[in-house]
């Protein structure tokens, strides 16, 4: 007997209009030599990771998978239905096909899982821009003081100069920029510079808190992820392992339709799908982190920017008021 065929005569079933139909006793056919090589790869993989919307090739049943019946590779419904293997054997082929698929499954699912948990211990928390309200104050305080101050011929200095301090306090600032023109401009710039960095600051944290919160949401998905995936799995696992081990024990019946590979492909979140969404959340978090730093500092220029152009003008506003005593 050929290594690679094995010759007998036992009912089988074809699909026809969705339904498996059983077929007049016939010989069986070498799967090796009636499919392709690359389907024949393929039929060696797991079927419980069978993806009908990324396979390459369209399975039916789980029995289309090739197994090993001791040193012949076999159709698994070859193996089972094949009359020159005992019931022992066919009983020990099975088992056996079963806890290859079984461990296969369990190590690829385990790798994913594992990166899950490796993403969320080398990213670390991620964190999202925001000012502290002490900030804030003082950047708006420092707005109204500059607005105040470089508009010192504006309809509110008009106001202001009704009174004496007010007036002094006009003479003073025109003074200033009389002697100073430039400091007029260092005002205007730090105005715009304190709007730049208020809506900078503010558009940056609306969007670095969506990005954390999205991120959380992830991280919710993914670990509630891995128990759809086991339990789906084991269930399937167990129904499959079942229903060909009892059927096996029923001697009467030894002719059962295949079990459909629907009943145990994977579901919509598969291993594949889990390392994918895994694989964006990496590069999306690198890509924030990584752009965290330049933002930040980017802000902290503004910032200081902003401090110090406001600084300018009070401390010359200072001096003008000195220069006025003496």
């Known amino acids: 007997m050929n290594k690679q065929q094995v ?8 699909l026809r209009e969705g339904n498996y139909v059983k077929k007049e006793a016939s010989q069986s056919i070498n799967p090796l030599t009636s499919i392709d090589s690359g389907k024949a790869t393929f039929l060696r993989g ?3 990771l069978y993806n009908p919307q990324t396979a390459v090739y369209q399975i039916n049943s789980l029995e289309e998978y090739l197994i090993k019946a001791g040193r012949i590779e076999m159709a698994f419904g070859d193996v089972i239905r094949n009359p020159e293997f005992s019931d022992s054997k066919r009983r020990k082929y099975v088992k056996k096909a079963f806890r290859k698929w079984n461990k296969d499954y369990n190590s690829k699912k385990k790798i994913a899982f594992s990166e899950n948990d490796k993403i969320v211990e080398v990213i670390g928390e991620i964190s999202y821009l925001k000012f502290s309200w002490k900030m804030k104050i003082l950047l708006y305080f420092l707005f109204i003081f500059l607005l105040i101050v470089v508009g010192s011929s504006s309809y509110i200095w008009t106001f202001f100069a009704r009174s004496s301090v007010g007036l002094y306090f006009q003479n003073v600032l025109n003074d200033l920029y009389s002697s100073f023109a430039w400091l007029q401009i260092v005002g205007n710039l730090s105005i715009y ?5 208020i809506f900078y600051a503010s558009i940056y944290s609306i969007i670095s808190k969506d990005f954390s919160k999205n ?3 992830a991280q919710t998905y993914l670990n509630r992820s891995e128990k759809t995936i086991s339990r789906t799995y084991t269930k ?7 229903y060909y081990l009892s059927h096996m024990r029923k001697r009467k019946n030894k002719y059962y339709p295949p079990l459909g590979i629907e009943e145990i492909q994977e579901g919509d979140m598969s291993i594949d799908i889990f390392r994918q969404i895994c694989q964006v959340l ?5 890509r924030y982190k990584k752009s ?8 902290n220029v503004l910032i200081l920017l902003s401090i110090a152009g406001a600084a300018c003008l009070f401390v010359f506003l200072v001096y003008g008021m000195i220069l006025t005593i003496f």
């Open 7 to 14: 010759i007998s005569k036992y009912d089988t079933y074809e």
């Open 193 to 197: 510079i304190i709007l730049t960095s």
């Open 282 to 286: 990496v590069e999306r978090s690198y």
């Open 46 to 48: 797991n079927p419980f």
């Open 292 to 299: 965290k730093p330049f933002v930040v500092g980017f802000r």
């Open 236 to 242: 399937k696992f167990r129904k499959a392992r079942k």
């Open 215 to 217: 991120y959380q949401l």
